[in-house]
């Protein structure tokens, strides 16, 4: 539920500077640059700084670029931000817009890219998805936050019934979903066009569901994170540690970290809908 960036992500942020890491968690960081090229200037003073940055930068760049490969958690977030089609688009496309990018969207609009960063820091910060991440390391490694994503959102598709009693089923569900940003394709990022095409094309919202589908979802991210990234991955090994842990832990401890995150993601959504409102 965020880009992917390297383990124990809080404590490597804090050792660059407590100022910084009380401003915003390490999944915001880049939201606040313009650019990215804005983003490796401040890299550089950095390291002219901090005798910490030489040793894990380029793991952080490295692997926030995994989010540049391949997202996670389509299924999450269409589910968590309702069926506003304005918030549904932004919160889709919420990966692709930077920092103040999102000023360039209308502000119904920008009510779902907002939303969709609030998503990623309430996942990332909660200590069930920090537990989850633990508990896939020894396998994953660097890429476990990528790989809890993916777990969760298997999780939320195998029990879509329980997980999400009010809506009408997952099939139906997702072609309603995709349906419906299909008709706003062509204001989308070239970026977030290509994932929702690979999306609609090998119907990936109901395929997480299936533990055969999502180990080929695994090993294609694999095959692209070692391509463009030149970093090995293993994301394909999730299940095995998931099933080493515990699997039946991992997924009662998803069940409460959802109705929670379902509950307070309803307030805030509707919060920030009333705001727009306010100010329409």
């Not at 990215?36 to 200037?41: H, L, M, N, Q």
Request: with cysteine; net charge negative; aromatic share 12%.
């Amino acid at each position: 539920m965020r880009e992917a960036f390297m383990y124990e992500r809080e404590t490597r942020f804090e050792l660059a500077t407590p100022t910084l890491a009380r401003l915003c968690s390490t999944t915001e960081l880049f939201s606040l640059f313009h650019s990215d090229a804005s983003a490796v200037k401040w890299v550089a003073n950095l390291r002219n700084s901090c005798a910490w940055a030489k040793h894990s930068l380029e793991n952080f760049f490295s692997f926030r670029s995994v989010g540049d490969v391949c997202s996670m958690n389509y299924l999450a977030h269409l589910v968590l931000g309702g069926a506003d089609s304005d918030v549904r688009l932004g919160n889709f496309i919420g990966d692709s817009v930077k920092g103040n990018q999102v000023l360039n969207y209308s502000p119904a609009i920008a009510v779902g890219i907002r939303f969709h960063r609030w998503i990623d820091q309430f996942a990332d910060g909660h200590p069930i998805a920090s537990e989850a991440r633990a508990a896939l390391r020894p396998h994953l490694g660097r890429l476990s936050a990528v790989g809890v994503d993916l777990l969760y959102d298997h999780f939320l598709a195998k029990n879509f019934s329980r997980c999400c009693p009010d809506l009408i089923g997952l099939e139906p569900y997702a072609e309603m979903a995709l349906s419906g940003l299909e008709l706003r394709k062509q204001e989308m990022p070239q970026r977030s066009q290509r994932f929702f095409e690979g999306m609609s094309a090998h119907n990936w919202l109901v395929g997480y569901g299936r533990r055969i589908e999502m180990e080929a979802v695994c090993r294609s991210m694999d095959m692209r994170i070692s391509q463009r990234l030149g970093v090995p991955s293993n994301l394909v090994d999730m299940f095995v540690a998931a099933e080493e842990y515990g699997w039946c832990v991992l997924e009662d401890q998803f069940f409460i970290f959802w109705n929670e995150f379902r509950r307070k993601a309803t307030t805030v959504i509707n919060e920030e809908q009333g705001r727009f409102a306010l100010e329409v």
